[in-house]
DNA sequence: CAATGTGAAGACCTTCACAGCC
DNA sequence: GGCTGTGAAGGTCTTCACATTG
C-alpha cells in the first residue's frame, strides 16, 4: 500500500537547497524553526513549511524541526542514501573541471566513469580516473554501474552522446552543452547552459540599468 | 511615452533559448514557422507564440517568422546588442574552465577581467588574460566597464566577494558556489549549483527505477 | 506561547481553441 | 489554407492567515 506523494516539482528543486543549508545549520544545537531554515536557504518561511510537509509531518508545532532529522527525511526523499555512480561524456575544459569538482563527492555522488571522444586524450588520468575512450561507454556504464551521465561535449555531439547513454541504459542525464537534446520519454534530461544563465541576467542588466537612468535624470530635474 | 512591458519571468528565461534556436535554423531559408521553432528549442507551439507575442506583433500570419528578425528583436530585447564585459572571481577548476568557455564570445560576452585571493596564482595567464588580485577587483571594473560578476570561489568566500562586487558597482551576478548570498534589492543574483542539479536528477532517477520495478514485477505476475 | 501544518485566496504560467489576417 | 496572436480556461505555485498542537 504505498502512499502516493505527489511532491510538487517546484518543491523536488528546493529540497537540495534545504540540505545544504540545513547541513550548516546542524553545527548548532537545538531545534531549527522554519524562519531560519528560510534564511539559511534564502526563501520565505511559508514556503518552507508548504514544501516539507509534503515528505510528512516531521517538525514540532512550538519548536521547529530537528536538523538531523530533517536531513536524514530529504536525503532519503531525494534518494541520496547512496552515493550515485556518474560518468562524463567529454574531458575538455567543462569536463575536467566537474571531474575535480570537490563537492559531488560530498553530496551525494561519485565521478565514477570518464569518456572522450578524442583518441589523444585516452588514457590520460583526470582526477585518478583514466579517460576512456567514447565506445567504452556501455561497458564503462555496466561495469562501474553508472545511474547517471553527465554530457560536457561541443554542442555537435550532444545527440549522438545522448542516444549512446539511452542505449547503455542510462535514464537520468544533466546537458551542459548548449543544444536541445531528444531523448524517449522514460528518460529524464536537465540542462545547465552557461551563457543561458548571463544572457538572462544582461536582460535584468539592461532594464534596472535604464530604470536607474530614468531615476538618476528625475532627481537632477527635481521631480519625486 | 515609453511603453511599460511587463516581459513574465518565465518568458524571459526562454528568450535565450530560442535565439539559439533561431541562430541554428537561419541558416535554411524561408520564415519559420512557431512548429518549427517550438521543435528546435524543445518546447510546445503555442508557448512560443505567445512569449513571442510579449515583444511585439513580429511574425506574419500564414507564413511564421522571419529568423533574421526574430533574432534582431530577441537581441535587443535581451540586451545583446552590446558585448557585456565579465569579470571572473575564483580561477580554480571551474573559474579556469569559465574563462576558457568559447560560447561566451560567440553569445554576446567577453571575459574582461580575472580576479583571485590566490597571491600565488596572481600574474599567471589564463585565456590571454593575467589573474589579478583580489583587492584589484573595484580597479578592474572601472577600468574594463565591467557589467556582470561572475563567483567561481569556493563556498566560505561567496558572501565577501558579492560584497565586493556590490561595492565596486555592480548589478548582476551569477553565482556558482554552494553558497547562498546576500545583497541589496537592487542588485539581481541567479545561481548555478552544479550539484543541486544532479541531486534533482538523483530523486526522479530514484523514482522512477521504483516504478521500473514495479512494472517489472506486475509483467512478471502476468498482471496488466 | 511559539511555531507547525494547511485550507483558501491569489498570482503566475501553460494550454486550448479559434478569430483574424496574410 | 495556413499560421499567428490572444482571450479564456485550466493548472501549478506562492502567499496568507489561522486553527492546531506540543
Not at 46 to 70: F, Q
Not at 165 to 189: C, D, H, K, Q, Y
Request: proline share 5%.
Amino acid at each position: 500500500m504505498t502512499r502516493e506523494r505527489p511532491v510538487p516539482e517546484a518543491t523536488v528543486s528546493r529540497l537540495p537547497l534545504y540540505l545544504r543549508s540545513l547541513v550548516e545549520l546542524a553545527e548548532t544545537e537545538g531545534p531549527v524553526s522554519s524562519d531560519a531554515l528560510a534564511e539559511a536557504a534564502g526563501v520565505t518561511p511559508a514556503k518552507v513549511r508548504k514544501d516539507l510537509s509534503y515528505l510528512g509531518s516531521y517538525g514540532t508545532r512550538g519548536r521547529g524541526y530537528d536538523a538531523a532529522y530533517l536531513i536524514h527525511q530529504i536525503r532519503r526523499e531525494l534518494g541520496l542514501t547512496q552515493h550515485w555512480p556518474i560518468l562524463i561524456a567529454g574531458i575538455g575544459n567543462l569536463g575536467h573541471a566537474l571531474a575535480n569538482y570537490r563537492g559531488f563527492g560530498e553530496r551525494g555522488f561519485r565521478v565514477a566513469g570518464l569518456v572522450d571522444a578524442d583518441g589523444s586524450k585516452v588514457g590520460e588520468i583526470v582526477a585518478g580516473l583514466p579517460i576512456r575512450p567514447f565506445d567504452d561507454l556501455a561497458t564503462v556504464v555496466r561495469d562501474e554501474r553508472i545511474a547517471i551521465g553527465v554530457i560536457a561535449t561541443p554542442a555537435t555531439a550532444v545527440q549522438e552522446v545522448a542516444d549512446r547513454m539511452v542505449e547503455a541504459g542510462l535514464r537520468s542525464i544533466l546537458n551542459f552543452a548548449p543544444a536541445v537534446v531528444t531523448v524517449p520519454e522514460e528518460v529524464t534530461v536537465r540542462k545547465v547552459d552557461l551563457a543561458i544563465e548571463l544572457q538572462i541576467l544582461a536582460y535584468y542588466e539592461q532594464r534596472n540599468a535604464a530604470l536607474r537612468e530614468v531615476r538618476g535624470s528625475r532627481a537632477a530635474s527635481g521631480r519625486s
